[in-house]
């Protein structure tokens, strides 16, 4: 059939073909356009949802690093808070224990000095009943020699009676 076609027909013909390959060109062009357009903004979609993803990530690190450095400082300070008490525990302990030990040193000063001023006493006593003694015994000495004194008088009032008389 085309080698019946007259040359200015097949210019026609060529003509309808070339609108229409032009027009399926420019349409193929156009979906290839819109297609390219539609990868490119589902490129940048996906970017934008990477870049997203990213950030997120990074503040969820972020605030997993601050969680846990308020939980390790909330932790401190439990520990610290639990060494402040145990401290004040013990510190009170210790100071139930002194007051524990000034009062039994107190009452061991009172019994002390009770123990010295009785000993004391004593020893006063003991050196007053050793003078009552000692001046007893002097007393006693004194009137015995006083008693010899009076019998050699005797004795001599009666030899120098006997010997008057006789």
């Not at 007259?6 to 013909?13: A, F, N, Q």
């Amino acid at each position: 059939m085309l080698r019946s076609l007259v040359g200015s027909e097949m210019c026609i013909r060529d003509r309808k073909q070339e609108k229409s390959s032009k027009a399926k060109g420019k349409e193929y062009t156009s979906k290839l356009n819109e297609k390219t357009s539609k990868e490119r903004t589902l490129k940048s979609k996906k970017e934008e949802l990477e870049s997203n993803n990213k950030a997120a990530a990074r503040s969820m690190e972020v605030s997993s690093k601050q969680a846990k450095l308020a939980n390790e400082q909330l932790n401190k300070g439990e520990a610290m808070n639990a060494t402040i008490e145990r401290n004040e525990k013990e510190t009170k302990t210790q100071l139930t224990y002194i007051e524990k030990q000034q009062k039994n040193h107190l009452t061991q000063n009172e019994r002390n000095t009770k123990i010295a001023a009785q000993g004391a006493e004593s020893e006063v006593k003991a050196k007053q009943d050793h003078l009552i003694q000692s001046q007893e015994s002097s007393r006693k000495d004194t009137l015995k020699q006083k008693e010899r004194a009076e019998k050699l008088q005797k004795q001599t009032t009666d030899e120098q009676r006997a010997s008057a008389e006789a």
